[in-house]
């Protein structure tokens, strides 16, 4: 089973920026960390994406989650979940890539 995604969970942009996330709830943790769900907020800084000017991805939305874990009525995310990278005008730039997790809870 995938490894879950906690607020301690290393995710980028392909363009090496970086993905801070902001759960909404706080509830359920694994590892000392929040859970993430798809409806948290999720937002990259640092992000270099500039083919002629700059365009940087700014937001994350996320397209497959956990199929049967949920956490305060929403499935969770996991280290098998597809995140869009968005720039400011929600054009898709990209895949998350999920780099590290913790290693103590996984699910479906």
């Known amino acids: 089973m995938p490894l879950l995604l906690t607020q301690s969970s290393?995710?980028?942009?392909?363009?090496g920026g970086f993905v801070t996330?902001?759960?909404?709830?706080?509830?359920?943790?694994?590892?000392?960390?929040?859970?993430?769900r798809a409806s948290d907020t999720f937002i990259i800084t640092g992000c270099t994406f500039a083919p002629v000017v700059p365009h940087p991805c700014v937001t994350v939305?996320?397209?497959v989650t956990a199929q049967?874990?949920?956490?305060?009525g929403d499935f969770v995310l996991t280290e098998a979940s597809v995140g869009l990278c968005l720039a400011g005008d929600q054009a898709p730039q990209g895949v998350v890539l999920i780099e590290a997790t913790q290693a103590r809870g996984s699910g479906l």
Not at 10 to 15: A, E, Q, S, Y
Not at 23 to 34: D, F, L
Not at 68 to 72: E, G, K, P
């Open 61 to 63: 939305q996320w397209v």
């Open 21 to 36: 996330a902001i759960p909404g709830s706080t509830r359920a943790s694994a590892g000392g960390a929040p859970l993430l």
């Open 10 to 15: 290393t995710m980028m942009c392909l363009h």
């Open 68 to 72: 049967r874990a949920r956490h305060s």
